[in-house]
């Protein structure tokens, strides 16, 4: 469910918030050392190439 929050997924079967994010990283998150640099660089302000420049 696109954009839906943890708890609007979690009322439709009726699962408790730890049930749906177990599911979550289990199934459908992917720990992408990139997407940490990406989010590492958002929370700074910043550009992931600033730091990372490709080889």
């Known amino acids: 469910m696109p954009g839906a929050t943890e708890v609007e ?3 439709i079967p009726g ?3 730890k049930s749906v994010r177990a599911i979550m990283d ?6 992408d ?4 640099e990406s989010a590492m660089a958002k929370l700074e302000g910043t ?9």
Do not use: C, D, G, V
């Open 15 to 17: 699962l408790s918030l």
């Open 33 to 36: 050392p990139a997407l940490a």
């Open 26 to 31: 289990e199934h459908y998150l992917n720990w």
């Open 9 to 11: 997924i979690a009322t």
């Open 47 to 55: 550009r992931p190439e600033q730091y990372f420049k490709p080889a």
